[in-house]
C-alpha cells in the first residue's frame, strides 16, 4: 500500500510543480522604503511626471509596486496609451529574440535570406538583421531633413504625413509602408560601418522575421507574440494593439508593423520588462532561452563596430547603444544608471527601463514632456528628468549594517581643518620617515602656493589634526599641467621599504612611477593599465606599509577605464612588494575557490568584482586599521544631478564599509546619500592619524576643493 501511494505521489508531483508554474503571476505592493527607496523622493518624482503630461506611470521594485499613478481616464482598466517607437523594443525586438531562441532566424544572417529582392543589390545584399535591428544597415529613414521640417512646420503641415516622395508615403501607409522600404530607402553608408535611426530598417526587420515564421503555425508577428510570449506571461489581448491595428499583404506575407503604431497598458509593459529582467524566465517557466537573451542585450563588437544608435538623429545627443531590440548604458553614458540597464523608448517619452542590478523596472507613458524650453535634446531630457531621479531615489547602502563597528559620529562641520585651498585629490601615505606624502590635482598647493596651478603636484605633510603643517615638493619629472580630465592626476600613494609609488590617472587610463628619494624623483613604468582600473589607489598600512597582512602590495580600483565614470563595481589586484614595477607580476582577484579562499589569475579579463554599488560607485580611499584589526573603506557616493564641474567636492554622499579582508565581505559602518558637507572627489581615512585602538581617526578628503581633515570616532561593539 506504502508504494502504491508513493507512486502516486510521484506521478502526482510534476503535475503540481507545472500548476504552480503557470499560476498567474501578480505584482505585491510595498512602501518604498521597504525596498530601499526615499519615499519623499519617489513622491517629488512622481509628482513632477503626472503634472507634465504623464499618462501612466509604473514603478516595481522586487517584484513589488512602490509607484503607480494614472491621469484621470488613463487607468489601465480604462484604456492602454500608444508606444510611439517604444513598439521598435515590445514588439520587433520581442518577436527577433523569440524567433532567435526557436531557430526561425540567425542575426548574423544575411537579411537578403529573408528578403529575396535584395539579392541582385550588391549594399543591400550586404545587410544582415543584427544591422536592421541595432539601426546599424545604413537604410535611410523615413524623415525631413531639417530644411524640409522647419518649410513643413512654416507651412504648419504634418512633419509626417505631408513629408513629400516616398517618405511621407512611408508614414501615409499608401500603398504599403514594407513596398516603399524594401525598394525606395537607400542605403547611406557601408552597412556595419556606421549608425543612423531606421524606421524603414525595423520594417525590414518585421518582414525577415516574419518570413521566417512562414512555415510555422503562426500567421504573423501578432499571433506569434500573443501565443508565444504574451499570454503566457499574463498579458491579455484587449491590454493591448499593435501595427495600428492593420495587416499589409505583401509578397504572400502578413506583415505587422512594429517601429511604431502599438498601445499597451502599463502593466503589460512591465511584464515584457520582467520578463527580460529574469533572463526569459517566468514563474519557473523558460520561455526565452536564457542564453539568447544574455546575447541580446550583449554589445557585439565584431558584428557592431559603430555601436552608437541615436533616436533623434541629432549629433548634440548622448549616443545610446543599440542591441538586439534595446538600448544598454553597457558604456556608463548615462552616468547615474548602473551598466547593466536596458530600455526602449519611444517619442514624447514612452519609456521602459530595466535595471536588473536593482530589481528596478519603470514604465512611463503619456504626453510629450519636454517642450523644448529647456534647450534640452531627447536623451538629455530623459536623463535629467527619468534616469537621474530614479537613480537618486535609492537610499539602501549596497551592504548590511556592521555588527562589529556601531556607531560612527563625525566631529561638528565646524571644526574641519581646511589647508590647500583650490586643490584636490590627496591621496596618501605614510612614509618612513614619519611624515605623509601626498599629491594634489588642480591647484597651487601648501603655502607658499607654487607660481602656476598644476594639474598634479606633490607635497609633504607633518604633525598630527589639529596640528598640521604642510609643504609643496617641486620635481621637474612629476609635476604636471592640464586642468581637469586633460591633465594627469595622482589617484594612489604608497612606501613600501623607502620607496614612494604613485598611480596617476588620466593618462589614457593609468600609469604608475617611483621615488626612491623621498618624492625629489619620479622614475616611470614603461607600461599601464589598457583594461579597467581608470583610478587606481593602493591598500595602506602602517608606517612604511609595516603591518602588512602579507607579501604583496594591494591596489582597487572602479571597474572602468575612466576616473570620471561611475561605475557598478571595485576591483582589485596584488602584486609582490619587490615586483611593485613588474607588469607582469600583477594578479587579478578572480573570485571564490570551492574552499572560500580567494582566486588570483594573471588576466585581468577574469576580473571579479570587490565592492558593488550599480551607478554609485566612484573614487575612494581604503586603509587598515590596526588597532580595530579592519579594512576601512571610504567611498565617495556621488549625486547624478551633480554638475562636472562641481561634483562631490561640494555635494554628495559618503559611504565607509568594513571588513577583515580587502576583498570583503563588506558591512555598513556610515551611509548617507547627501552628507552635510561635500565628500570629496576622493577621501581616506590616513593611517598615520589613527588612535592606538582604532576609535579615533580622521578623514581625509577633498571637499571644497581643499586638503580637508575631519575627525571620527567610532565605537564597537561591547
Known amino acids: ?63 513589488k509596486i512602490i509607484c503607480q499613478a494614472f491621469a484621470k481616464g488613463w487607468e489601465d482598466s480604462v484604456k492602454t496609451s500608444g508606444t510611439s517607437s517604444l513598439a521598435k523594443a515590445l514588439i520587433s525586438g520581442m518577436s527577433l529574440n523569440a ?13 537578403c535570406l529573408y528578403i529575396p529582392s535584395w539579392k541582385k543589390f550588391d549594399v ?44 511621407g508615403a512611408f508614414w501615409r501607409q499608401k500603398p504599403d509602408p514594407f513596398t516603399l522600404s524594401r525598394d525606395s530607402a537607400k542605403v547611406l553608408f557601408k552597412p556595419g560601418t556606421g549608425s543612423a535611426y531606421s524606421n524603414p530598417g525595423i520594417a525590414m526587420l518585421n518582414y525577415a522575421v516574419t518570413k521566417s515564421l512562414q512555415k510555422t503555425s503562426y500567421k504573423d508577428i501578432r499571433d506569434y507574440l500573443d501565443k508565444r510570449i504574451f499570454s503566457r506571461v499574463g498579458i491579455k489581448k484587449d491590454t493591448y494593439s499593435m501595427g495600428y491595428n492593420t495587416t499589409y499583404k505583401v509578397d504572400s506575407l502578413d506583415l505587422v508593423a512594429g517601429w511604431g503604431g502599438a498601445a499597451f497598458t502599463a502593466d503589460a509593459v512591465a511584464r515584457i520588462g520582467r520578463l527580460i529582467l ?29 555601436l552608437n544608435s541615436n533616436l533623434t538623429n541629432d549629433d548634440r545627443e548622448p549616443k545610446t547603444t543599440a542591441v538586439l531590440g534595446w538600448f544598454t548604458n553597457h558604456d556608463g553614458t548615462f552616468k547615474s544608471l548602473p551598466r547593466d540597464a536596458f530600455w526602449g523608448a519611444g517619442a514624447g517619452e514612452q519609456l521602459l527601463l530595466v535595471i536588473p542590478s536593482l530589481n528596478i523596472i519603470l514604465v512611463r507613458m503619456g504626453e510629450t514632456m519636454n517642450k523644448g524650453t529647456t534647450g534640452e535634446g531627447y536623451w538629455e531630457f530623459i ?80 604633525g598630527t589634526p589639529p596640528n598640521l603643517t604642510g609643504a609643496n615638493i617641486r620635481t621637474q619629472s612629476a609635476d604636471r599641467v592640464g586642468q581637469g580630465p586633460a591633465g594627469a592626476k595622482p589617484s594612489g600613494m604608497i612606501m613600501v621599504d623607502g620607496k614612494l609609488y604613485m598611480w596617476v590617472r588620466n593618462v589614457n587610463n593609468a600609469r604608475l612611477a617611483c621615488s626612491t628619494d623621498h618624492s625629489k624623483t619620479w622614475t616611470w613604468a614603461d607600461w599601464k593599465f589598457d583594461t579597467s582600473f581608470g583610478c587606481p589607489n593602493f591598500i595602506n598600512y602602517g608606517k612604511n606599509n609595516t603591518g602588512a597582512r602579507d607579501g604583496y602590495v594591494y591596489t582597487y580600483s572602479v571597474d572602468d ?42 588576466d585581468i579579463r577574469r576580473r571579479k568584482p570587490v565592492y558593488v554599488n550599480p551607478g554609485k ?29 562641481q561634483g562631490p567636492r561640494f555635494k554628495g554622499g559618503l559611504g565607509i564599509f568594513e571588513s577583515p579582508n580587502p576583498w570583503g565581505p563588506w558591512k555598513t559602518v556610515f551611509y548617507t546619500r547627501e552628507w552635510d558637507m561635500g565628500p570629496g572627489e576622493s577621501g581616506c581615512l590616513p593611517v598615520n592619524w589613527m588612535s592606538k585602538d582604532g576609535r579615533t581617526i580622521y578623514y581625509l578628503f577633498s571637499g571644497n576643493d581643499s586638503f580637508s581633515v575631519r575627525k571620527l570616532t567610532l565605537q564597537t561593539k561591547q
Open 99 to 111: 524567433a532567435i531562441a526557436d531557430g526561425y532566424i540567425d542575426p548574423d544572417a544575411p537579411a
Open 278 to 306: 529574469k533572463k526569459g524566465s517566468w514563474q519557473g517557466t523558460q520561455i526565452i532561452d536564457s542564453t539568447v537573451i544574455k546575447r541580446a542585450l550583449n554589445v557585439d563588437a565584431t558584428t557592431m563596430p559603430a
Open 617 to 645: 560607485t566612484y573614487r575612494s580611499g581604503m586603509t587598515f586599521d590596526a588597532g580595530l584589526k579592519r579594512y576601512l573603506w571610504c567611498q565617495v557616493v556621488p549625486l547624478s544631478n551633480d554638475k562636472e564641474e
Open 124 to 167: 543591400k545584399s550586404k545587410i544582415t538583421i543584427r544591422q536592421l535591428d541595432t539601426h546599424t544597415s545604413g537604410l535611410e529613414d523615413a524623415e525631413a531633413t531639417d530644411e524640409e521640417e522647419q518649410k513643413l512646420i512654416s507651412q504648419k503641415k504634418d512633419r509626417h504625413m505631408d513629408l513629400p516622395g516616398w517618405k
Open 561 to 602: 577605464a575612466s576616473a570620471y565614470k561611475y561605475a557598478d563595481q571595485m576591483v582589485l589586484t596584488r602584486v609582490k612588494n619587490t615586483q611593485i614595477m613588474d607588469w607582469k607580476a600583477y594578479e587579478f582577484f578572480a573570485g571564490y575557490g570551492n574552499s572560500g579562499k580567494p582566486l588570483w589569475s594573471i
Open 383 to 462: 536623463e535629467n528628468n527619468i534616469f537621474n531621479p530614479i537613480a537618486d531615489a535609492v537610499d539602501e547602502p549596497p551592504y548590511p549594517k556592521s555588527d562589529f563597528i556601531v556607531s560612527a559620529k563625525f566631529a561638528p562641520a565646524n571644526e574641519v581643518i581646511r589647508m590647500a585651498e583650490g586643490g584636490d585629490c590627496w591621496p596618501s601615505t605614510w612614509g618612513d620617515d614619519g611624515l605623509m606624502y601626498t599629491a594634489y590635482g588642480d591647484g597651487n598647493g601648501f603655502k607658499p602656493q607654487t607660481d602656476i596651478k598644476l594639474s598634479m603636484g606633490l607635497a609633504v605633510v607633518s
Open 1 to 63: 500500500m506504502r508504494s502504491i501511494k508513493l507512486c502516486i505521489l510521484l506521478v502526482c508531483l510534476p503535475v503540481a510543480l507545472l500548476a504552480q508554474d503557470k499560476k498567474a503571476f501578480e505584482w505585491a505592493r510595498a512602501k518604498p522604503e521597504d525596498v530601499g527607496i526615499s519615499s519623499a523622493k519617489l513622491d517629488a518624482f512622481k509628482k513632477r511626471l503626472m503634472a507634465g503630461g504623464t499618462h501612466k506611470l509604473l514603478i516595481i521594485k522586487d517584484d
